[in-house]
């Protein structure tokens, strides 16, 4: 969790729109690193007598030893409902996502749940398209094609492929590419990879399908942030379907960035 990213992001050119993500995204990071680092290294003072064991210093031991996230770092983090050993190992593969990004180019296969500000992406990617074909972004939309569970090697040549969600009160038939009910006991699926394919809206093809709201968390609740985005809705995505969209709508099916353990 020492890692910093934020004295690299220099190193971006940022006139692709992914490379201001990249640099977005690392300055969000780095400013919870900075949280957790400090209330660490002020907990291990105050254990030694150098400083005052506040109450938020408190809170912070009281939550570690129940296994549950600090407030103190919820202020400054993306959501999580995980308990506090799952949030650390996810916390560093995000930030293993990210450095691996910086020091090797973009990924062929974007870690969607990885993004501490999902919605800066999918602007990022309709931004590149928009620019590349000279269309204004408000006239675009997106069009989603689930693909196979092996990752490309390549990225596509518009739009961007993403992995990492998964799929709450439904399963995704792998046979014949729909969603189908869920098995006995299995409450969520994973999806398999998703090609994010900027387009303009009355462009969007008409096919059977259920439009899926997609979660940063199973809370599937959220406020509005100051950008005026929600903190927990990200989007709604057109996946195939061979039944009324009634029929998952009374099961509420979700598409979640992330699960709970």
Request: glycine residues 6%; hydrophobic residues 40%; aromatic residues 10%.
């Given at each position: ?10 190193h971006c ?22 949280t ?30 129940t ?31 990210l ?17 501490y ?27 989603f ?46 999806m ?12 969007i ?8 709201p ?23 995505m ?7 969209s009634?029929?998952w ?8 960035c992330?699960?709970?353990?």
């Open positions: 969790m020492a890692v910093s990213f934020f004295h690299l992001a220099c050119i940022t006139v692709q729109s992914m490379n201001t993500v990249l640099v977005q995204e690392m300055g969000r990071f780095n400013r919870l690193i900075d957790v680092r400090s209330s660490l290294v002020n907990i291990q003072k105050a254990i030694k007598g150098l400083v005052v064991m506040s109450a938020d210093l408190e809170e912070v031991v009281s939550s570690m030893l296994g549950k996230i600090p407030g103190m770092w919820k202020k400054k983090s993306y959501p999580s409902l995980k308990p506090l050993g799952s949030y650390v190992n996810d916390f560093l593969t995000r930030l293993k996502f450095q691996d990004w910086l020091d090797t180019g973009m990924p062929p296969v974007f870690w969607v749940s990885g993004f500000f999902t919605q800066a992406f999918l602007t990022g990617v309709q931004q590149n398209f928009a620019r590349k074909y000279t269309i204004p972004i408000d006239l675009l939309g997106y069009d094609d689930v693909l196979g569970d092996e990752l490309p090697k390549t990225p596509p040549d518009d739009g961007a492929y993403i992995n990492g969600l998964f799929v709450d009160g439904a399963r995704w038939d792998r046979k014949k590419n729909v969603l189908a009910e869920s098995r006995p006991k299995v409450l969520q699926d994973t398999p990879v998703i090609w994010l394919k900027p387009c303009k809206r009355d462009d093809p008409d096919r059977p399908s259920y439009l899926v997609v979660y940063k968390t199973s809370d599937r609740r959220g406020t509005l942030s100051t950008t005026g985005h929600s903190t927990n809705y990200v989007v709604a057109r996946i195939p379907s061979d039944k009324p009634e029929h709508i009374q099961r509420g099916v979700a598409l979640l992330q699960l709970d353990d």
